[in-house]
């Protein structure tokens, strides 16, 4: 272990798609997510760190197997749905956070298709599109806002896409659901 990263959100599914996108973004945790008392986390962070004025419901702890200079480069274009600091081996608050990992429970995220099937209201509306198809594959992607992305879908879940632009110019981006007005193949000429 190298650096620890603390991932606070407002509720589980945001924290479940940072830690998504950090783990297709590249970096690898060393074991499973830790969770930990958000608001003690905020007490210890206090110390060193700006305190936050936002109200955190859940908190991960995550030990990463790069140092904190590489994982900060690498969430830098991670959609902000958590807060995630990155504690290097040399960090004045490494070591308290780091004695806390044994006797820390691993996070239980929720499955978000079981939630959908036990869900009252997923019988009553008609079934949504299952995604899986498109991953994988060239699609045209309209947003709210008119315009439209070629590319290749290479993630679906319950927050957005990953989405690569055709032009490799450009670096993966994600769109949210909120954002996303059509998902659909392109037509061959």
């Known amino acids: 272990m190298t650096s620890l990263a603390i991932v606070r959100a407002s509720d589980i ?7 998504i996108e950090m ?13 930990i008392n958000p608001r003690s986390t905020e007490k210890i962070l206090s110390r060193v760190f700006a305190s936050s004025n936002t109200n955190y419901e859940v908190c991960a702890l995550i030990p990463i197997v790069q140092d904190s200079g590489f994982s900060q480069d ?24 780091k004695n806390l990992i044994p006797a820390l429970p691993d996070l239980v995220l929720p499955d978000v298709n079981n939630l959908r099937k036990s869900s009252k209201q997923s019988k009553e509306k008609p079934s949504s599109v299952y995604l899986g ?34 032009d490799n110019d450009r670096t993966s981006i ?16």
Request: aromatic residues 10%; glycine residues 6%; charged residues 30%.
């Open 133 to 166: 198809i498109f991953v994988d594959r060239k699609v045209e992607v309209e947003t709210g806002s008119g315009s439209i992305h070629n590319g290749v879908l290479k993630h679906a879940d319950s927050i957005g896409v990953l989405f690569e632009p055709e």
């Open 74 to 97: 690498k969430i830098k274009n991670l959609p902000p749905y958590s807060d995630v600091v990155f504690l290097g081996s040399s960090h004045e608050l490494f070591n308290n956070f």
């Open 174 to 189: 994600f769109i949210t659901w909120h954002d996303i007005k059509k998902i659909k193949l392109p037509r061959k000429k």
């Open 13 to 19: 599914l945001k924290l479940r798609a940072t830690l």
């Open 23 to 35: 783990s297709v973004s590249g970096l690898e945790f060393e074991n499973k997510p830790k969770e």
